[in-house]
């Protein structure tokens, strides 16, 4: 996939350095152990400003114990793998509708009789089941769960004297209101679609419409989505879409040619108010050294305030294949990775949400805001994570934010949906 929520932009040299390095400890590792009669096994995660930890975490358990020697995979083609039938002894990275794939087929093994997959808290646990499942197995650990929503500048909305919007109507009264006061209300980066795809869109059609029930629906109905079928992408989510243009008009006026990295370094500077983008940027925004004080909160999009809620993503997951070299010792693995002392402090660095029923609530005063969505249940998986790769979903969500016409390109949406739909 492109680059995504939870895994924006590419490797950088520092964390590629870093992880090279840890990547060489845990291979040196492995060697010593194999030579001592410990089996190696292989850990394939590949989340780039995470590869220094789990490259330490991999020296920690081989280092721990003398039966199993990890090797801190960052490298492989995952798909080309299993079609080679050598896939990594135990996966862990971001949940999307690749690995869906992969659950759907029966390729991952069952993890229902660990300890661990009955400490998953459910709501969390059926997140997975979002994507097609495979039945009667729990083929996915979720990891780690982050948490995308608007973020704002505190300082602006206290100078203008501004309270958190909780309805739709407030929302554009804050816009408003900033717009007056000559001030950017949002700070967009139309350059690279995926920041569309996964703010403006997600936001809007997560607030209005079941997501879930939505793709659902429209599995069911496969080919034969179009004008006349009760759900499709131009009946359902033009409405959303068409909130989402309304929020356009609110952007900075070279959204179109402004990046990923623009964003972020606007945001540090304090040249925008909000900002739609996961914690993920968060990282990128403290890197400018700035004193800017940020939160978030979740986007309205109805007149309800009962209606909030949170954009997630599985960001990390953990999975075994059936193919794998080393079955024991990836379980082993797995659950290393999940004591609270292990898996607890890894998403208080990066930003990120408990999976598990006794998991600490996060006390990072740019995320607080969204604990009690998340303690509630309150969230939805982004819309644009569930249309496959060859409809260039991202391309048109982008086109619209230029000034494209909601209508026909919904209507194209339906339409390479039933073509796709058709050939399979």
């Not at 030579?35 to 292989?42: C, I, K, Q, R, V």
Request: charged share 20%.
């Amino acid at each position: 996939m492109s680059s995504s929520p939870g895994e924006p932009g590419p490797f950088t040299r520092r964390s590629l350095l870093a992880g090279a390095g840890g990547a060489l400890a845990a291979t040196a590792l492995s060697a010593c152990a194999g030579a001592s009669g410990a089996s190696e096994l292989t850990l394939y995660q590949s989340k780039p400003e995470a590869i220094p930890r789990f490259s330490q975490l991999a020296a920690e358990f081989s280092s721990s114990q003398q039966r199993f020697a990890v090797q801190h995979d960052i490298a492989t083609n995952l798909s080309a793998s299993f079609v080679r039938n050598n896939p990594p002894d135990l996966g862990c990275l971001n949940y999307n509708l690749e690995m869906g794939r992969f659950m759907e087929r029966g390729a991952l093994s069952d993890l229902s009789d660990l300890p661990e997959a009955g400490r998953i808290r459910e709501d969390v646990a059926e997140l997975a089941d979002w994507y097609p499942t495979y039945e009667g197995r729990t083929s996915v650990l979720p990891y780690s769960v982050t948490a995308a929503s608007v973020i704002y500048n505190r300082r602006i909305f206290d100078e203008h004297g501004l309270e958190v919007p909780t309805t739709w109507e407030e929302m554009l009264a804050v816009c408003e209101t900033l717009q007056a006061a000559e001030v950017t209300p949002i700070y967009a980066t139309f350059l690279d679609a995926w920041t569309v795809a996964q703010g403006l869109f997600d936001y809007t059609v997560g607030g209005l419409v079941d997501v879930r029930a939505f793709y659902a629906a429209m599995t069911e109905i496969g080919e034969d989505v179009g004008p006349e079928s009760e759900v499709s992408f131009q009946r359902t989510l033009l409405e959303p879409v068409q909130r989402m243009t309304e929020l356009v008009a609110f952007t900075n006026r070279d959204a179109n040619n402004r990046a990923y990295g623009d964003g972020n370094t606007a945001m540090a500077q304090g040249e925008a108010a909000m900002y739609f983008q996961g914690p993920w940027a968060f990282g990128e925004i403290e890197k400018a050294g700035t004193d800017v004080e940020l939160g978030t909160f979740p986007l309205p999009v109805t007149d309800d305030p009962a209606d909030l809620k949170v954009r997630v993503n599985i960001d990390l997951s953990l999975w075994i294949p059936e193919a794998a070299n080393e079955q024991e010792g990836a379980r082993e693995l797995a659950q290393f990775l999940m004591r609270p002392e292990v898996q607890d402090p890894y998403n208080a660095e990066f930003l990120a949400f408990g999976t598990t029923e006794d998991a600490p609530p996060v006390t990072d005063e740019r995320i607080v805001e969204m604990q009690q969505y998340y303690d509630e249940g309150r969230f939805y998986m982004g819309a644009s994570q569930f249309i496959p790769n060859s409809i260039p979903a991202e391309n048109y969500i982008q086109s619209i934010a230029g000034g494209a016409d909601p209508e026909p390109v919904l209507a194209r949406m339906d339409a390479d949906w039933a073509r796709l739909a058709f050939r399979e």
